[in-house]
């Protein structure tokens, strides 16, 4: 038998980087993990591209380092989290890309979309994927690429989001797959049955025999192929979902009316809503959170959630410290922002590539309001921590009047979970309590979740719910004057940053 201890590593396919991660029952082993950051291509204005050959060397060599540190023989399955909606084709034949991937980011579609729904389409996505008219997701972007790029559309042809391409280069090229999390990030799922939808492929020009097979987001995808260099031969790929929904997993939010918010590049709050598809309302969200295989350890189930899509939260830090030199790394801006006791009057709205929930705004840019001869850096930097709380309130109030639910608390990770001056005023403006966890890392920690329930590593979803412990708890303070006319304000800063393009 055996002495080795088995563990998942986690594939973290970001979109500033891939991180790869050793993950064991129990929680308390050292990290064991590798990153390797990739080039943001800006070709155009508002439009983001990656290289899909960079990414999938960064995916190769992060895992073979992994790998090598805690043993070949200790891995008991590979887990696969992504950045959502981001696409790209390629040729089955050569696995070469034909040309980048198109980023989640990219806005190039927006005025297709405009032209979509003055067609009177937004019912029929709407009601079919649980979507918005939005440039966000992957099908006008799949669209763009099969008419601005020279791609025979025949049986050479395959279109993936970045879950895809990676199973497609670890298999070797034997397993063409995605999860319904993905899928129903691109425009193109039905997300009720679970299958691709004809009249939205149609609809978009997209061959349907192309798009990858959908299969349980815990559950055997395939195995590493033998060609890989620095990874071994038939370790099962048995968990792949959308960063996000790998997010609420990894929180153990299993239970409708559980709630996650992650603070990344953008801020993106998922609402567990149970096995039902709830009717998909105005300007909000649904989306499939995972499925489990009948074989797996919680079998045969599915999971829906109501969302609530930030674009920029972090990246705002990122400016203040590639865009403005205010700060020289982004763990100063929280020390920075509690140097001063509110923001002077200062609203940022860090509307970098338009708004998301609950406006769906493409044209909406960034705006600063209330700057006096008193302003500082400190200033500026309280106001782009504050948008975090404001913008993550305004998509928690949508979804609630929507759904009629109310969250009960607020569980919360990423980057700039980091900073506790946030997360307080997060549960001020939200008047819930929030819990930042032990470990973080949840995208990486639900990937490997569902890898591992898969294979036999966690044996159940109550078992995997232990593991999670809590770090820091934020209680909102009951008194709401100065909360809500704060809120009111910042509604009339969003004002400002709306429609600015002239379209
Ligand atoms: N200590 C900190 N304080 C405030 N913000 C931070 C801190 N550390 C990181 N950030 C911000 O968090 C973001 C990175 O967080 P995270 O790695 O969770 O992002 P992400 O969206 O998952 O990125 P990717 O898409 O590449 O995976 C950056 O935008 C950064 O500015
Ligand atoms: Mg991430």
């Not at 559950?219 to 968990?239: D, K, Y």
């Not at 509307?351 to 493409?362: N, Q, R």
């Not at 009960?408 to 008047?431: I, K």
Request: charged share 15%; hydrophobic share 45%; with cysteine.
């Amino acid at each position: 038998m055996s002495t080795v201890p088995r563990c998942v590593v986690a594939i973290d396919a970001g979109t500033t980087g891939v991180r790869s991660r050793a993950i064991f029952p129990g929680g308390n082993a050292p990290v064991v993990a590798a990153y390797r950051e990739f080039t943001q291509h800006y070709p155009d204005n508002g439009w983001v591209e990656h290289d899909a050959d960079e990414i999938w060397q960064a995916v190769l060599a992060t895992l073979a380092e992994v790998i090598a540190q805690v043993g070949p023989d200790a891995v008991a399955a590979i887990g696969i989290t992504n950045q959502r909606e981001t696409v790209l084709a390629w040729s089955r034949r050569t696995s070469t890309p034909f040309g980048t991937a198109i980023v989640w980011q990219d806005r190039r579609t927006a005025e297709r979309c405009d032209q979509l729904f003055a067609e009177g389409q937004l019912p029929l996505v709407r009601e079919t994927t649980g979507l918005v008219l939005d440039p966000y997701f992957s099908a006008s972007k799949i669209e763009w690429l099969l008419t601005h790029r020279d791609i025979p559309l025949d049986d050479d042809l395959a279109l993936g989001t970045i879950d895809s391409w990676i199973v497609w280069r670890l298999t070797g090229g034997a397993a063409h797959v995605t999860d319904p999390s993905n899928a129903s990030r691109t425009m193109l799922l039905d997300i009720r049955s679970l299958h691709w939808s004809q009249p939205l492929c149609d609809l978009f020009g997209v061959p349907m025999s192309a798009l990858p097979e959908v299969r349980p987001s815990s559950g055997r995808f395939g195995v590493t192929s033998a060609e890989l260099t620095g990874v071994p031969a038939g370790i099962p790929i048995s968990g792949i979902a959308g960063d996000q929904q790998a997010a609420l997993f990894g929180q153990a939010c299993f239970a409708p009316g559980m709630a996650k918010n992650t603070y990344g590049t953008g801020s993106f709050i998922l609402l567990n809503v149970g096995d039902t598809c709830p009717p998909p309302a105005e300007g909000m969200l649904t989306t499939v959170a995972w499925t489990l295989a009948a074989e797996s350890g919680a079998g045969g189930t599915v999971a829906y959630a109501l969302e609530g899509a930030i674009f920029v939260t972090g990246a705002a830090v990122q400016w203040l410290r590639d865009g403005l030199g205010i700060i020289s790394s982004a763990a100063e801006v929280g020390p920075l922002a509690a140097s001063v006791s509110d923001s002077g009057g200062v609203y940022v709205v860090p509307a970098f590539t338009g708004l998301g929930s609950p406006w769906w705004d493409p044209y909406a840019r960034g705006t600063i309001v209330g700057i006096t001869r008193g302003t500082t850096t400190a200033h500026l930097a309280r106001a782009v921590i504050e948008a975090m709380a404001y913008q993550t309130r305004d998509a928690v109030d949508a979804m609630s009047a929507a759904a009629g639910v109310q969250i009960a608390d607020l569980r919360v990770d990423g980057g700039a979970s980091a900073v506790d001056a946030m997360l307080q005023m997060q549960a001020d403006q939200l008047g819930v309590t929030v819990r930042r966890p032990a470990d973080q890392e949840t995208t990486a920690l639900g990937a490997a979740y569902l890898a591992g329930l898969a294979e036999g590593v966690w044996p159940s979803l109550a078992a995997i719910a232990d593991e999670w412990s809590v770090d820091t708890v934020f209680v909102p303070e009951p008194d709401r004057t100065f909360t809500d006319l704060g809120h009111a304000t910042w509604q009339r800063a969003v004002a400002c940053s709306r429609d600015w393009i002239m379209h």
